[in-house]
């Protein structure tokens, strides 16, 4: 059983050494608990800014205790995004416990504002 002491890690051998590119709406959809997001150089390229939604989605109370650390995030419209999550029973549940740290958000250029 995957938790807190035994997290499912992405991570790159050398500081920013992955580069990981994008042309799609969501790049990571995280759902699970402890989902860690280490070193990783994370761009959007997508023709369009409507199609770079977002680079991490973390959704539901079932996303606890994610982490992105020691990143470069770039070319989104929201470079994270987390959102509560319907629980089935009519309620709605939020993921806790969640890290951003030592992370370079941005963008390379200016992008449209939302309608």
Known sequence: MRGEWSPITVRSATPLGARIEFDAVE???VTGAHRHFE???VRGVCASDDACEHAFHVTGGEAEGFVLRKS???D???QLKALAAPDGQGAYQMASHGLVELCELGDTRARPRAR
């Open 76 to 78: 989104f419209n929201a």
């Open 27 to 29: 790049g990571f959809h």
């Open 39 to 41: 070193g990783l150089d």
């Open 72 to 74: 470069r995030v770039r």
